[in-house]
């Protein structure tokens, strides 16, 4: 990804100095030079924190006391951008920052805070392009090894500060820490194109279509059961619909189950559910109970209807007394207001006081106007008109004159049913055939509602298929190969660097191990870690190798998310080691580089970083922090000098800000 570090700022505290800018190259080595304490070492620090970092590692001393923000502009493919951050103060780190975007981004000379730190975070995944979805899809967003890439997870392959470049022990920044390292390892075949955006899109799509197919493939095997019984229970109610006369047409002994469901249909369809009991065999009084029930059904509907107009009426009237009631309420209340007003000493309105306010006397005339109000409301409201009480006592007459017709009815059908067996007997073959047909309906509703086997069946199949097929692009093995032919490249790449940096066996082929995140080294006859191989300048050159090996591999990948550039503090730490802790009284002891063994090896290191920054053909920024002065590396192509920080005349923060 096109990233390149245009500038650094640092705001200062005190207004009237202007802000301090360092400026750097893209596509090229740009060294920093200079003595120790002159601020080299905060650049990785600077750069990480305002690209939203979740920690300040800023030195708290001279640089954070001397600055109030500090910035960073980026060159990327959709034009530059600034990302300023406030200094913490007290605190651990701060979520307020800046942000401006443009073909070309104006410096202000004042910064205020625009936006906070997540917002950043977000800009820059979706600028880095990388993939919204969880790497586990059943992780839900939680944070976790398991959870999406972010843009912080990418710095490891940007950085290389003075305590990593030459450590045996890590080989990627933070992955000291336990849970950058766990992060870093997950996501290595993510950043490797093992595995892309598309193909964790479907993951996550294989992963809902097999929960989809252990829902369906459940539903399928309770319908299978479902239907076993279904055709036991279908012929049971035909036998039973036989008996009370419901089905008169014979079906063959092999009947199939669309031949029972469709009798069954037809009686569930029938208006009249005792068709079946003809007129020869009623007597008058069956006939009469007949009737009644008919009459007894319509009274019953009016008495409900009545019923529920009198439930309404009832809480109208509730209401209307309800409402009256908190109008006397609030008038009450604000009754207080005459007698505040009649207290009123003349030429003066607070009753305690006796002094003169206009706003109190303001308020009491609002208050006086309000019980007025009321007033006026509780004579428009008045009672409830008389029309609606007439109506409401004929709706209680009349639901007293259906109460008591129901009752006659009902009494008249019992003694009916009592004086006649046969009239009984008829009426249970009734309500017998009512619970069939509301049972058969039920059960034929609930049928419908399945569907039947071959739908479902038809759903599985699908669903199969499809997992079928996206099982083949997405199958572990073919990951595991696509990441293993990514690291020989990036292997053979480091190899092809190690002869003109300073190792023993620059012959022995290298292997990147993505699981425990070191360099093994692979000989005739053993294989050796990076931890297990002495010399600093040995960890030094795999440390290089490595890293220039996988952003040349990065530049390769056509929509890598890894921004191209790399800086690298102290790479000559291992040739002219410093003292790391000195006592404040204590003078520094600054290398001296002769023309020898030691200063020809630094200058091979830079000579290699130039090569691979010459090849990258401008996509790729190095960025080198270090002692080393331009006498050593002044005439190597595409490495350049930022600034020589000596003698005291310039540091990363101007020395007018710390006089001040």
Known sequence: MRFDIKEIILWPRRTEFEPRRLKFHSGKVNIISGNSRTGKSAVIPIIDYCLAANSCAIPTETIRKA??????????????????????????????????????????????????????????????????????????????????????DLAAFNFQPQNVIANPEVLFFKTNNYEHREKLRKIFPYILGAITPGMLGKEHELTRLRHELRRKERELKDAREVSLRWLASLQARISEGRELGLITEPLPTNASRGDMVSALEAVVGRTNATVAVTSDTISGAVQEISDLENEEKAVSLTLGELRQRLTEMSRVREGANSYSGALQVQHKRLKIAEWLQDQTAEGAVCVVCGSDHEPAAAQLAELIQSMHQIESTIGDFG?????????????????SEATEKLKSIRTRRDALSRRSDQAEQIQFAARQADRFIGSTENALELHRKL????????????????IQA?????????????????????????????????????????????????VK??????????????????????????????????????????????????????????????????????PVFKDDEDSAAVRNILGTIGTVVGRAQGQLQVIVLDHAPPSIWGSLPNVVKVEEWRDGKTKLVPLDWLAS
């Open 451 to 466: 569907g039947g086997d071959q739908e479902l069946e038809t759903e599985v199949a699908g669903l199969r298929s499809s």
């Open 470 to 518: 996206l099982q083949a692009t997405v199958r572990g093995s073919e990951i595991e190969a696509r990441k293993a032919r990514a690291l020989s490249i990036v292997n053979a790449n480091a190899l092809r660097l190690l002869p003109t940096l300073d190792t023993e066996n620059p012959k022995f082929p290298v292997s990147l191990q993505t699981d425990d995140l070191t």
């Open 521 to 590: 080294v692979i000989s005739r006859d053993r294989e050796d870690y990076l931890s297990e191989i002495g010399s600093g300048s040995n960890w030094l050159s795999y440390h290089l190798a490595i890293m220039l090996g996988l952003h040349e591999f990065f530049l390769t990948l056509p929509d890598s998310p890894v921004p191209s550039f790399l800086v690298i503090d102290q790479p000559s730490q291992v040739y002219f080691p410093q003292k790391l802790a000195v006592r404040t009284d204590e003078e520094l002891v600054e």
């Open 67 to 152: 600055c109030s923000w500090f910035g960073v502009i980026v060159k990327t493919r959709n034009g530059e951008k600034l990302f300023a951050r406030e200094e913490p103060g007290g605190h651990r780190v701060t979520d307020a920052m800046y942000v401006a975007e443009g073909v070309e981004v104006e410096v202000p000379r004042v910064v205020e805070k625009n936006t906070g730190a997540d917002r950043v975070r977000q800009m820059l995944n979706e600028l880095s392009g990388l993939s919204n979805l969880d790497f586990d899809p059943d992780a839900d967003g939680s944070p976790g090894f398991d959870a999406k890439v972010s843009f912080r």
């Open 383 to 399: 009672q409830i008109p008389a029309a609606f009480d007439r109506e409401f006592q004929r709706v209680q007459a009349d639901l």
